[in-house]
């Protein structure tokens, strides 16, 4: 629950009794408790307590009893079916073409199917997204398949975006190989360059 819907949820409900709404630590104890509860859930909880006579003394109890109340009317809100269009992922992956800086950000969507337009907030969908184009043409907006194998990282380094992975970055040609520690056997340069008398004294590698 927001901050903004937490304050409207008190003033809800504090004046139906005549008091005050709760500042300091009563307050943010009550917020705590209720952080995860929906947005949505709010007016009902507001109207579970005001139905009452008096005004509970532990109200962060009775609000979280009121949010039971609402997720046993409102199953489906709850458990909600499987998203076949973001495959429960809730989230598109999306990256965007920054025309003045002339590079690409990554940002995501929640799935306009099964995720709730809160706040107002009206979010494209993945195909507008992708219909968008740049000045020249080019696609503006690249939305990545939610079964993507890799996940958001490969689909960036895949495409050559530079936002999640270095762009450019060569991932075809192995890595030397570090040596770690002291290496024991002779290097034979370096023994070609010794002076003959001082070769003589060298101990033959195997020896060592």
Avoid at 54 to 60: E, K, S, T, V, Y
Avoid at 184 to 207: G, V, Y
Wanted: some cysteine.
């Amino acid at each position: 629950m927001t901050p903004e819907t937490f304050s409207a949820m008190l003033l809800e409900i504090y004046p139906c009794f005549g008091r005050q709404t709760p500042a300091g630590d009563v307050r943010a104890v009550i917020e705590r408790k209720l952080r995860d509860v929906p947005d949505e859930a709010w007016r009902y909880m507001a109207d579970q307590i005001c139905s009452r006579d008096d005004l509970p003394r532990n109200m962060a109890k009775a609000l979280l009893d009121a949010w039971g109340a609402w997720k046993s009317a409102n199953p489906d809100r709850i458990v909600r079916e499987y998203c076949p269009h973001c495959r429960d992922k809730a989230v598109f992956h999306c990256w965007a073409w920054d025309e003045r800086k002339a590079c690409w950000h990554t940002f995501a969507i929640p799935c306009p199917y099964c995720q709730a337009q809160g706040g107002g907030r009206i979010h494209p969908s993945p195909a507008e997204l992708g219909a968008r184009k740049t000045q020249d043409g080019r696609p503006a907006a690249l939305v990545m398949p939610p079964d993507y194998p890799g996940g958001p990282v490969a689909f960036d380094r895949d495409k050559r975006l530079g936002c999640l992975w270095p762009a450019g970055l060569d991932t075809g040609t192995p890595r030397p190989q570090m040596r770690v520690g002291v290496d024991m056997q002779q290097d034979a340069r370096r023994l070609r360059h010794l002076p003959a008398a001082e070769r003589q004294d060298a101990a033959p590698a195997e020896n060592w």
